[in-house]
C-alpha cells in the first residue's frame, strides 16, 4: 500500500457533465506531504465558448473571467506536471480524471494514474442516511467552507475531509489502498470545414440558436449535432 500521508487532491469545474462534450475552466490541486499541504496550484481555464448560465450561478464563473484565464493546454499540462506521480484524492475522483484522461488522449499523452476516492470512503464509513455531497460531508467534520463550487477551495476542504476519513478506516485498511483510476477515451478529431459550413447553414435556415463552441467542435459532436438537426427539422438545408 502506497504511503497515504503523501498524495496530492484535485478538483476541476466544469461547462457540464460530459468529458467528450464540455470543457474544463478551473482548476484546483494541492499537494501534500507528510500530511501536511506543501504547494497548491489553481488557475482558471481559458474556454472559446460561453459557459452556461446554471453553471455560471453554480460557481461563480463568468464567461468573462474565465476568459482571462490561462489557455486550456498550459493549464492541463502544469496540472499533470503538478500531480507527478502521486496518488490522487478527490471526492468522486473519476469524474474529475475522466476530463484529464480525455484531454490527455486528444493529444497522446500517456497517463495512468492511482486515486482513493473520498466518496467511495464516505459511503462505505459513514452512516447510510448521512449525506455525501461534499458540502453536507463538510459540515458533519466542520470543515469550514470557503468558497463552494471554486477548484481550489474545494480541494483544500476534500484534503481535510481525506484526513478526517483516514482514521475511521483503521480497522479496514483495504479501504484505503488507491485503485487504477479507468477511463475509457477515444481520441477526438476536429470537426472539418464542410462540417461546420453545413451546420452553420442549417441553423440559420431554421433559425437554431443553440450555443456552439466552434473552436473545439469535434467532428463526432458535429455528426451528433446535425443528425439531432436533421430528426426536429428535417434534412432540407442550404447547400
Given at each position: 500500500m502506497q504511503?497515504?500521508?503523501?498524495?496530492?487532491?484535485?478538483?476541476?469545474?466544469?461547462?457540464?457533465?460530459?468529458?467528450?462534450?464540455?470543457?474544463?475552466?478551473?482548476?484546483?490541486?494541492?499537494?501534500?506531504?507528510?500530511?501536511?499541504?506543501?504547494?497548491?496550484y489553481g488557475t482558471l481555464v481559458r474556454v472559446k465558448c460561453e459557459i452556461p448560465q446554471k453553471v455560471?450561478?453554480?460557481?461563480?464563473?463568468?464567461?468573462?473571467?474565465?476568459?482571462?484565464?490561462?489557455?486550456?493546454?498550459?493549464?492541463?499540462?502544469?496540472?499533470?506536471?503538478?500531480?507527478?506521480?502521486?496518488?490522487?484524492?478527490?471526492?468522486?475522483?473519476?469524474?474529475?480524471?475522466?476530463?484529464?484522461?480525455?484531454?490527455?488522449?486528444?493529444?497522446?499523452?500517456?497517463?495512468?494514474?492511482?486515486?482513493?476516492?473520498?466518496?467511495?470512503?464516505?459511503?462505505?464509513?459513514?452512516?447510510?442516511e448521512q449525506s455525501k455531497k461534499l458540502e453536507d460531508l463538510c459540515a458533519f467534520f466542520h470543515i469550514k467552507r470557503e468558497q463552494a463550487h471554486r477548484a481550489l477551495d474545494d480541494a483544500i476542504q476534500t484534503q481535510q475531509l481525506f484526513e478526517c476519513l483516514k482514521p475511521l478506516a483503521q480497522k479496514k485498511p483495504e479501504l484505503l489502498e488507491p485503485k487504477r483510476l479507468v477511463y475509457r477515451a477515444k481520441r477526438q478529431t476536429p470537426a472539418t470545414a464542410h462540417q461546420m459550413k453545413r451546420l452553420k447553414e442549417f441553423m440559420a435556415l431554421?433559425?437554431?440558436?443553440?450555443?456552439?463552441?466552434?473552436?473545439?467542435l469535434t467532428r463526432s459532436a458535429a455528426s451528433r449535432l446535425q443528425d439531432q438537426y436533421y430528426t426536429l427539422y428535417g434534412r432540407n438545408a442550404g447547400k
Open positions: 504511503n497515504l500521508d503523501s498524495y496530492t487532491v484535485i478538483d476541476l469545474e466544469m461547462t457540464g457533465l460530459s468529458a467528450k462534450r464540455d470543457r474544463v475552466i478551473e482548476i484546483g490541486a494541492v499537494r501534500v506531504r507528510n500530511g501536511q499541504t506543501e504547494d497548491t455560471q450561478e453554480l460557481t461563480g464563473i463568468t464567461s468573462e473571467m474565465a476568459a482571462g484565464g490561462m489557455d486550456e493546454n498550459e493549464a492541463m499540462q502544469k496540472l499533470l506536471d503538478f500531480i507527478g506521480k502521486d496518488i490522487l484524492v478527490g471526492h468522486n475522483i473519476t469524474y474529475d480524471y475522466s476530463f484529464i484522461k480525455q484531454w490527455a488522449v486528444n493529444r497522446r499523452i500517456p497517463l495512468e494514474l492511482y486515486a482513493c476516492d473520498t466518496l467511495r470512503l464516505a459511503r462505505m464509513l459513514l452512516a447510510p431554421h433559425g437554431i440558436q443553440d450555443s456552439i463552441c466552434w473552436e473545439t
